[in-house]
């Protein structure tokens, strides 16, 4: 059973959230909140497989309650509720941490999906999203870093595909591994550059070169 917290102001857009999850069978709404911090405090009680996090709530807004629960529970997997795509704040919270976004209009079926694949662990960009967010973070930087000498090549490999915005499926079909082996070295890359989702690991493989400004994969990246 994936259990879920939703948190949104709107009281309708609770309820109709809760009744679609668990209308699936394999879902569990275990808290509601109607503000941020209250969000935090179901997130740190209930400790749910997904949190589903609108971003414009009253007194503590969604940003930074995103901040507040993965300073907590690094490994929480949170997915953006928002009304446009385009609103700048999903931007910061997919870079803080967040695993990706759904559109409050969007098909109920893609709702669906999403928490199951976040619940999993994977990415719910599109690579097109992937790369405005990857874009926006380097500007905001503007830095590069050495590439780190504790990853193995096979983990630079799959790092710099993560960072194309390839799936871990693709990633396997590409490498012609099973997928299970790809996820094994997307987690240890990521634990050994103290990441907290793909996004961030896609903005990594740019920084350090794995991935050019075309989004192609660099054959033999740069040591630092």
């Keep these: 059973m994936i259990r879920v917290v939703v948190a949104d102001d709107q009281a309708l857009v609770r309820a109709g959230v809760r009744m679609l999850l668990q209308a699936t069978g394999d879902m569990e709404v ?8 209250e969000a935090v405090r179901l997130a740190e009680h209930h400790r ?8 414009r709530m009253p007194r503590v807004d969604g940003l930074e309650a995103i901040k507040r629960i993965l300073a907590a529970q690094p490994a929480a997997k ?23 976004f759904l559109v409050k209009d969007d098909e109920p079926e893609r709702m669906v999906d ?3 694949r976040a619940a999993s662990g994977e990415q719910l960009l599109a690579p097109s999203v992937l790369r405005r967010v990857v874009e926006r973070a380097l500007a905001a930087e503007q830095q590069t870093t050495p590439t780190p000498a504790g990853l193995t ?10 960072g194309t915005g390839l799936s871990n499926a693709e990633i396997a079909d590409r490498l012609h591994v099973g997928v299970t082996t790809v996820k094994t070295h997307v987690g240890s890359a990521m634990e ?8 961030q690991a896609a903005v990594v493989a740019h920084r350090i070169g794995l991935v050019d400004a075309a ?3 660099v054959r033999h990246p740069p040591r630092g």
């Design 48 to 55: 749910p497989d997904v949190v589903l996090m609108d971003l």
């Design 30 to 37: 275990v808290g509601e909140a109607d503000d941020g911090a």
């Design 215 to 217: 989004f192609r994969p």
């Design 153 to 162: 090549e096979r983990e630079l490999e799959v790092l710099a595909l993560v």
């Design 78 to 100: 949170i997915v953006v509720l928002t009304t446009f795509a385009d609103d700048s704040n999903v931007y910061a919270a997919l870079r803080v941490g967040a695993l990706g």
């Design 114 to 116: 999403a928490v199951r």
């Design 192 to 199: 050994k550059l103290g990441l907290r989702n793909r996004i």
